[in-house]
């Protein structure tokens, strides 16, 4: 879907107020480097049924009338596990603006999170998600596993209700280069939102386009150390072989799927204001007949070693045996997708969900054979800091 706000023609302010527009509830916003989405109410939900997931969106999206204009969207998220039940509608209406990135106004400054007594209990505590990185290392070394992400979480109580609107101005003004959602959850009254630095896919006509990320390093306030991490991170070995197990399933899941594909050599880096990742831009091109579509391209790489591990039915186990909680929508990708199979869907990371009175932050980190305990929690520790800074200003 090629359209005036993805080619540059932005009015200042049109991607700003679509940001302060968002409340939660029926509204579901979505911000990438090419466009700004924000859409309201439920023309039809997508169900749950022993049919494949692209299945029964491409029949709702068929007999779903057209959204703003335009033809029919669906919209949302979709769990780590894809059997079970997803977040994802058509809209009644939906505004689309250019980038973020592109409106001036985006670098106003944020509005400051209330005052609020947060009680924060860690999920599981840093020393059990320490003995589970230890026990993943001892069953790597053993010979049954090549890689498993494991992940933690924050949960953070309050007496008021979590600010969703200002939580999610916070995360689009600190990264607006990144992605950025907040859409209902599963559960009724929960809202999914975060800021991911990671594209699983996009189509637009048959250009397809994957971004991985893995291997990463917190960044630093001073420059000269900043510079150093950096450096690091593009010579650290076990970075490096983290990230090529990456990019060798994605390049294995896309390429059944493409005309061509191209997937360089070596990674570069790309960063947020919390982390240095390495990253890898893959693209392709699709046949002109029967092209998949972006749901499909996305559901075929998902879930990429980046957020599970490998082989990847060994690191669903592994997290199964080894983490206290359902990642739920956590772990899975949410975007957009049209009728016409153009879309983007985004890794969900960074994120949190959040109910009446709690923040459920999630953060994870790519175990393999050279990792350690200690290392992963940091790491772990520095991911919650771009929800933490939305929160409570806590950098």
């Not at 916003?29 to 029964?56: K, M, W």
């Not at 997937?263 to 990742?277: D, F, I, K, S, Y």
């Not at 459920?360 to 305990?373: D, E, K, N, Q, T």
Request: glycine share 8%; net charge negative.
């Amino acid at each position: 879907m090629t359209t005036p706000e993805a080619t540059g023609l932005a009015t200042v302010g049109a991607a700003t107020a679509l940001l302060d527009a968002y409340r939660p509830g029926s509204a579901r916003f979505f911000a990438s480097p090419t466009r700004t989405l924000l859409a309201h109410g439920v023309q039809a939900e997508i169900g749950h049924d022993e049919r494949p997931l692209t299945t029964r969106v491409a029949q709702t999206l068929a007999a779903a009338s057209p959204v703003g204009g335009r033809g029919p969207i669906v919209l949302g998220a979709v769990p780590f596990d894809q059997r079970e039940r997803a977040a994802l509608v058509v809209p009644e209406a939906a505004g689309w603006g250019p980038p973020l990135s592109a409106d001036p106004l985006i670098a106003l400054a944020a509005p400051e999170p209330a005052a609020t007594a947060w009680d924060i209990r860690p999920v599981p505590a840093p020393e059990a998600y320490g003995a589970g990185v230890t026990e993943a290392v001892r069953r790597m070394r053993a010979g049954t596993l090549d890689k498993v992400v494991l992940a933690r979480t924050l949960e953070l109580r309050s007496a008021e209700p979590p600010d969703i609107p200002v939580l999610l101005q916070r995360l689009a003004r600190r990264d607006p280069q990144g992605y950025t959602f907040a859409v209902p959850g599963v559960r009724a009254g929960s809202t999914l939102i975060g800021a991911s630095p990671e594209l699983l896919v996009s189509r637009s006509g048959r250009n397809v386009l994957a971004n991985p990320l893995a291997g990463s390093a917190k960044r630093s306030t001073d420059l000269a150390e900043d510079v150093r991490r950096a450096t690091g991170l593009l010579e650290s070995e076990k970075d490096l072989h983290e990230h090529a197990v990456v990019v060798a399933a994605v390049r294995a899941a896309l390429a059944p799927l493409c005309e061509t594909l191209e997937v360089p050599e070596r990674p570069t880096l790309v960063c947020t204001a919390a982390m240095w990742h390495l990253s890898t831009t893959v693209t392709g091109t699709l046949p002109a007949q029967d092209p998949a579509s972006a749901l499909e391209l996305a559901c075929a790489l998902h879930p990429t070693p980046a957020v599970c591990g490998t082989p990847t039915a060994t690191a669903r186990r592994t997290i199964a045996d080894l983490e206290p909680f359902d990642r739920g929508l956590y772990t899975g990708m949410v975007g957009w997708g049209d009728a016409d199979g153009d879309g983007e869907w985004v890794v969900t990371i960074r994120c949190a969900e959040a109910d009446a009175d709690t923040l459920r932050l999630y953060a994870g980190a790519g175990i393999v054979a050279a990792s350690s305990p200690e290392a992963e929690i940091a790491e772990t520790e520095a991911k919650f800091r771009t929800f933490l800074h939305a929160v409570a200003g806590r950098s």
